[in-house]
């Protein structure tokens, strides 16, 4: 990192904060490939992409794989946006290259395009809730929610629906704005078992990524959502 030269001073201390005092924190720590990921996920919601292409190898090397990787990048696009995405797709790609992982990645598609509905909505019941499996009706947006968002990226394989609905809480907390969402992913991470503990965890990992402001809109998210 060339801020160790440029920007000692700087560099001290965001590296003490970053990769001592918070991974280390008593009772904030994670797995290490869960806090990777976490990270991976933060740095795309928040457009992060040069701090992106920075911690991706060491990602790589800490449990987080290829497949893991993709799939994390893929689902943005529902989150985010194919135009905020893309930057993170080239520089997932160029890092692949550089270390040498063959493209494409074995596939992980486990819809087709006529059962891609009916597979989403069960995903969506599986995390929300019973309710769900007549919320396509309302309106097309909400189907393409369910065939789209749910049937094409949630039921891929490479990621489970924990770590999917994980990775969605951070797109979300650190992109902002998206409160009322915010909560509503923090309540289907608690349905699947990411409970309260588990996701200030998370936030707290994340926040030398999205600053304050962020973390702790996420933190009062997670609340509501457990009360």
């Known amino acids: 990192m060339e801020l160790r030269k440029t920007d000692p001073e700087f560099y001290e201390r965001f590296t003490h904060f970053t990769f001592d005092e918070v991974v280390n924190e008593d009772g904030q720590q994670l797995e290490s490939a869960v806090r990777y990921l976490a990270i991976l996920a933060t740095l795309i919601g928040c457009g992060g992409v040069d701090a ?20 994390t990048v893929y689902q943005a696009v529902d989150y985010l946006g194919y135009g ?6 080239n520089v997932t790609n160029d890092v692949f290259s550089v270390q040498g992982i063959a493209l494409p ?50 039921t891929r394989t490479g990621l489970d629906l924990k770590q ?21 992913h923090a309540k289907g991470n608690m349905n699947l078992g990411n409970d309260k503990d588990f996701l200030v965890r998370v936030v707290s990992q994340c926040l030398p990524y999205i600053g304050y402001p962020r973390s702790l809109n996420a933190v009062s998210a997670v609340q509501k959502a457990a009360q």
């Open 52 to 71: 992106y292409g920075e911690m991706l190898p060491s990602a790589l090397e800490n449990g987080v794989t290829p497949v893991m990787v993709k799939e």
């Open 84 to 89: 905020r995405t893309l930057p993170f797709l």
């Open 105 to 154: 990645l074995t596939g992980q598609a486990t819809t087709t395009m006529e059962n891609r509905l009916e597979k989403g909505v069960e995903a969506q019941a599986e995390i929300f809730g019973e309710h769900m499996k007549e919320a396509w009706k309302a309106g097309h947006i909400n189907r393409w929610l369910a065939d789209n968002c749910f049937g094409d990226y949630y």
């Open 164 to 184: 999917r609905e994980m990775i969605t809480f951070c797109f979300l907390m650190a992109q902002g704005g998206c409160e009322p969402q915010l909560i509503a």
